[in-house]
């Protein structure tokens, strides 16, 4: 198992790959997970595979969400939108929300926040969240500490269609400081985009976030969040342990090499 780093931008998610030489059955992660079962031999040979599998996931994962930062950096500079957003011009907010929208395929939605976390436009258009308080979000919380990218935890959002997500959230500053905040939510198979073309062999990809709780998975689409957070390897990585871990899943008496690192 290999771990997608927690840096400075607030990654929340690890990634974990486990190598299996016979069938595979579902493993659990802090982020990624590439599942193998293991016979009754565990090779050099594929605890070397496993760290390798997971970390070109780990590094694929990172290099997407670091290219929504750096188009949401690039956004956040637009002469035109600081002014809409000192002057609280809505409609100028929302026009150039559409327009990030339209230019950056990954993003599914997006929306316009003020220093104090209260939205003032989004796209596409929900008049239902423009106006509410959304200072209790994780993306808030994160993106406010230190006036820092941040990458938040999965949770259900207000907007239709309902589906849980995550939020990449940038600071919009000015020469004053800090006006507001940009808050982007990848498109539903964003994940799925990411990791679809990795040969993994017989193996399954899991995805979880910071609590372990499962959001994706190769094996067929889900609904809602799963705790995962049972698994022995999970619960290493939630403790930022590195190593490799040996033996039997819960819910599987076939042992399984899982390697992991920060």
């Known amino acids: 198992m290999n771990i997608v780093k927690n840096c400075v931008i607030g990654k929340q998610w690890r990634v974990i790959a486990a190598g299996v030489l016979i069938a595979a059955a579902p493993l659990v992660g802090l982020a990624v997970v590439v599942n193998h079962q293991v016979a009754a031999t565990l090779e050099d040979r594929l605890v070397k595979e496993t760290q390798w599998f997971s970390a070109t996931a780990g590094r694929h994962l990172d290099q997407a969400i670091d290219g929504v930062i750096t188009s949401g950096n690039v956004f956040v500079t637009r002469p035109l939108l600081l002014k809409a957003m000192k002057e609280g011009d809505r409609a100028a907010q929302t026009d150039h929300l559409r327009d990030l929208i339209e230019g950056v395929p990954a993003l599914e939605r997006a929306f316009l926040a003020t220093r104090r976390g209260v939205q003032t436009a989004c796209w596409p258009y929900t008049p239902s969240t423009v106006g509410r308080d959304f200072s209790d ?74 609590k372990g709780r499962l959001i994706h998975n190769t094996e067929g689409s889900q609904e809602g969040l799963t705790d995962f957070s049972r698994y022995p390897d999970v619960q290493a990585l939630m403790r930022g342990e590195e190593g490799v871990f040996t033996g039997p899943e819960t819910d599987c008496p076939t042992p399984v090499v899982s390697a992991f690192n920060l």
Not at 148 to 169: C, D, G, I, N, Q
């Open 137 to 210: 979000r994780d993306w808030f919380q994160g993106v406010s500490a230190e006036w820092k990218p941040y990458v938040s935890e999965f949770y259900l959002r207000m907007a239709e269609p309902k589906r849980h997500v995550f939020a990449v959230a940038v600071p919009v500053r000015d020469k004053g400081g800090v006006i507001g905040v940009l808050v982007m939510q990848p498109r539903p198979e964003f994940i799925g985009n990411i990791l679809g073309p990795m040969e993994i062999g017989q193996g399954h990809v899991f995805v979880v976030d910071r």
